[in-house]
């Protein structure tokens, strides 16, 4: 059984049981869009430690409402005692002046948009915001956006949006490689040979194996953990 | 609030430690003490607070508490040409008004007005309910649906006129027959939203929400029953920690609040600490008419909001209206138009809901072709940054923009944005 397959079997019982819901797809015109089951309690720890690192004084999110972000950066933000903001993608001129008058200085957004935003709040301000957290697509290339270089940058590849299958400690967030190099999210473990990524189960949400992308180890890191990049 | 409190509040928002917004916004000198007020006259002599005083001073200097103890900023939209304020949160209070209407045992769908989704959350879990909301994107409302499907989604939280973008996908997806719990933020509820509400969402209780993103401590008036079809509409009544005023918008004197006076709602809100910017006399810029002496139920003077005061812009799907919009598009035509105008704006009934529908009354220099002239204004009126009102025709939704010639005696005032 395929992963969405997986997933689709189960829909019909996700409103009997406690759980919080992302979407299987980030785009929102997906015929195959279905809900995916996260525990009510759980958080966003990947995004929580990249913002500790990055010590905000305020977070701005530039993703889709339907990826059913919001909450989850919110408990993330409030961890490190920032407040938030949202931002409409397609408003840009409200993103550079939150920037600018509103006391953000740290975004959160996707690779798609990152350098586009950037180019813009650059002209529209003269400079960047210092702080990015960066969300790759699964099937995307994992590339570090060019606009951004001399920014502080934690990123991250999501399976789903809201379901990060690989991230950075300080030391990966540190480097500044073309190539973005990731540990595998802590909780979720990963089969090597099989290529299956395999979630963590709690209270009535199963855990799922998962297929994802080709991803390579080389190394470990000085953080103890392995380190993958994107197998091109 | 009393007028102790009121006292209070004053005394606590000029004092020389803390956030010197209102000392100088009151022009007191450094080492001046905080202002004391010993009467009504004192009281209503304190400079009116607009939003333009609030866009004057940076965020920073006007939060009344360090940027760590924000929870969330609030924007909104610049009129007139002016940038965007930004408003600081801290959370809501005294809101547990809305478990007399609802449960809130399953998630709700919510946009980030009137609350953010996980303020929903957290006033689900503050009752001992796991939380879960659904996070309502008016640019894929469709997405939402499957997952407000999917997630057993019984309640809606948002603007009037999302109600029309989403309820198509909520039949589609087979459940506005179990959505039990409708909360509208936004323009007043029109007759015409409220029978598409009553006809798709059969089983829904609809309560109105009025707030603003200048007001932290939200909502502005608490309803004081749900939407029921009874006129009007949306009746509201003071907050405990809200003191409310009504003023004449032309000479600014205070009006009396008895049966059926009209006015500019003005309002001084203060939820307690923390809070990061207690308004005091905050002209809303929204005319309200007061509806009875004594609510029966809540002992104060209820009150149902008429529309904007100087209305100089109008939310609408997927933007803003702006005046100063409407005023440029028009001198970019000067051989055929001024750019005097009357925009009549009202929700007529559309194929899925009720469809916003403009009628440009604009000042003619010489005969023209009005079908054209709306045509032209459509294509060149921004509503947003990346889409003119044309735009918003084309994918169904706003009626199409109507002209008609007007001719205002010289001199004459006229109301440039009228919603009916």
Redesign the interface.
């Known amino acids: 059984m395929d992963t969405l397959t997986e997933i689709q079997a189960i ?1 019909d019982t ?3 049981i ?4 992302i ?1 299987t797809s980030f785009e ?2 997906d015929s195959a ?3 995916f089951p996260l525990h ?1 309690l759980s958080r966003w720890d990947s995004c929580a430690q990249a913002l500790s690192e990055l010590n905000p ?2 977070v701005m999110m530039r993703l ?3 990826w ?4 989850l950066l ?2 993330a933000s ?1 961890s490190v ?6 931002n ?1 993608p ?5 993103g550079a ?2 920037l600018q ?4 200085d740290t975004v959160v957004t996707e690779q798609r948009d990152a350098s586009t935003f950037a180019d813009f709040v650059k002209k529209e301000n003269g400079e960047l915001p210092e702080k990015w957290i960066i969300v790759h697509r699964a099937q995307d290339r994992w590339d570090m956006p060019a606009s951004l270089s001399g920014c502080k940058i934690a990123q991250e590849v999501h399976l789903f949006p809201g379901l990060p299958i690989l991230s950075q400690c300080a030391v990966l967030m540190g480097e500044r490689s073309d190539i973005p190099r990731f540990h595998i999210t802590r909780g979720n473990r990963y089969e090597y040979d099989s290529k299956v990524f395999e979630t963590a189960s709690k209270d009535e949400i199963p855990s799922f194996r998962l297929n994802i992308p080709p991803i390579t180890t080389s190394e470990v890191c000085s953080c103890g953990d392995s380190v993958y990049t994107q197998t091109i | 609030m009393s007028f102790n409190q009121i006292k209070e509040l004053v005394a606590l928002t000029t004092g020389k430690e803390g956030g010197q917004f209102y000392r100088r916004l009151y022009g007191l000198r450094p080492d001046a003490p905080s202002i004391k007020i010993n009467s009504l006259g004192d009281w209503e002599s304190l400079p009116l607070l607009t939003k333009d005083d609030l866009l004057a001073v ?3 200097d006007r939060s009344f508490l360090p ?7 609030r ?1 909104s939209s610049g009129t007139s040409g002016k ?2 304020l ?1 408003s ?1 949160r801290t959370y809501l209070r005294e809101m547990d008004y809305r478990l007399a209407y609802h449960d809130f045992k399953r ?1 709700i769908v919510s ?2 007005v009137p609350m ?3 303020w929903h ?1 957290q006033f689900q879990q503050a009752h001992g309910i ?11 409302p ?3 649906a ?2 407000a499907r ?3 989604a019984d309640a809606l939280s948002f603007f009037a006129f999302h109600v029309p973008l989403i309820a198509p996908h909520l039949v589609r997806e087979g459940i506005a027959e179990h959505i039990r719990f409708i909360e509208i933020a936004g323009e007043a509820c029109t007759r015409a939203l409220f029978e598409f509400m009553r006809q798709t969402f059969p089983r829904a209780l609809i309560l109105p929400f009025y707030g603003s993103s200048e007001v932290e401590d939200s909502p502005i008036g608490m309803p004081c029953r749900p939407i029921t079809g009874d006129m009007p509409l949306a009746l509201y009544h003071g907050k405990p920690s809200h003191y409310h005023e009504i003023i004449d918008p032309d000479t600014l004197e205070v009006v009396e609040p008895t049966q059926d006076a009209e006015g500019e709602l003005v309002i001084t809100a203060y939820p307690g600490e923390p809070a990061s910017f207690p308004l005091i006399r905050f002209r809303t810029g929204d005319t309200v008419r007061v509806v009875e002496n004594e609510c029966a139920e809540h002992g104060t003077w209820s009150f149902t909001v008429l529309g904007r005061t100087q209305m100089d812009f109008i939310k609408i799907q997927g933007g803003v209206l702006r005046a100063d919009e409407i005023a440029r598009v028009l001198q970019t035509m000067q051989s055929d138009v001024t750019d005097r105008y009357e925009l009549h704006c009202t929700d007529e009934p559309g194929h899925h809901g009720p469809l916003f529908t403009p009628l440009l009354r604009v000042e003619t220099k010489r005969p023209v072709d009005v079908a054209k002239i709306a045509a032209d204004i459509a294509a060149s009126l921004r509503v ?3 889409m003119t009102y044309a735009d918003g025709v084309a994918e169904g939704r706003y009626a199409r923009l109507i002209c008609e010639e007007f001719h205002p005696a010289p001199g004459a005032k006229s109301k440039r944005i009228v919603r009916q």
Not at chain 1, 90 to 94: D, G, I, K, S, T
Not at chain 2, 132 to 139: G, L, Q, T
């Open positions: 829909q996700l409103k009997s406690r759980c919080r819901i979407p929102a015109d869009l279905s809900g009510p004084h305020g889709p409402l339907f059913q972000l919001e909450v919110w408990y409030r005692r920032a407040p938030v903001f949202l409409d397609e408003n840009m001129p409200v002046a939150a008058l509103g006391g953000m | 940076p965020l920073k940027i760590s103890k924000i929870d969330h900023l924007p940038g965007a930004f600081p998630p946009y980030t953010m989704p996980h959350e796991a939380g879960c909301s659904i996070s309502f994107d008016p640019k894929n469709a997405a939402c499957r997952l999917i997630a057993g947003s940054p990346t």
